[in-house]
């Protein structure tokens, strides 16, 4: 599977930035994707979740309102739209597949994802 996020930037706290994971090599509505995120000095960390079907979510607590991520299986891309972004938001974002989880499951350690995308930088100035 190959993975290529896009959309990263600049934006000012309290705006908002859409990114997008296109996929490609493998039949993509049988995976989990999910979105991480990496701060200088900091672990990668999980952001969003989403299964296979698109019918269950899971966000990580910090951005829990404020970011939504869905997914579109008939053009193999998933999408974190991004909104009262903070200072605290900035990060490298990778986009990642899991091929492995059930039916209702989203992993949130990054050693359960087999492919992930290159990263796009996203910064939020205040």
């Known amino acids: 599977v190959q993975l290529q996020a896009s959309g990263g930037g600049l934006v000012q706290a309290g705006g908002s930035l859409r990114l997008s994971c296109a996929a490609s090599?493998?039949?993509?509505?049988?995976?989990?994707m999910a979105w991480f995120r990496q701060a200088p000095g900091m672990e990668r960390e999980f952001v969003a979740g989403?299964?296979?079907?698109?019918?269950?979510?899971y966000y990580a607590d910090s951005v829990k309102g404020r970011f939504t991520i869905s997914r579109d299986n008939a053009k193999n891309t998933v999408s974190l739209e991004m909104n009262k972004m903070n200072d605290e938001d900035t990060a490298v974002y990778y986009c990642?597949?899991?091929?492995?989880?059930?039916?209702?499951?989203?992993?949130?350690?990054?050693?359960?994802?087999?492919?992930w995308g290159q990263g796009t930088l996203v910064t939020v100035s205040s």
């Open positions: 990642a597949a899991d091929p492995d989880a059930g039916l209702a499951v989203i992993m949130r350690t990054p050693r359960s994802y087999d492919y």
């Open positions: 989403i299964t296979w079907s698109g019918s269950m979510t």
């Open positions: 090599g493998r039949t993509f509505s049988t995976l989990t």
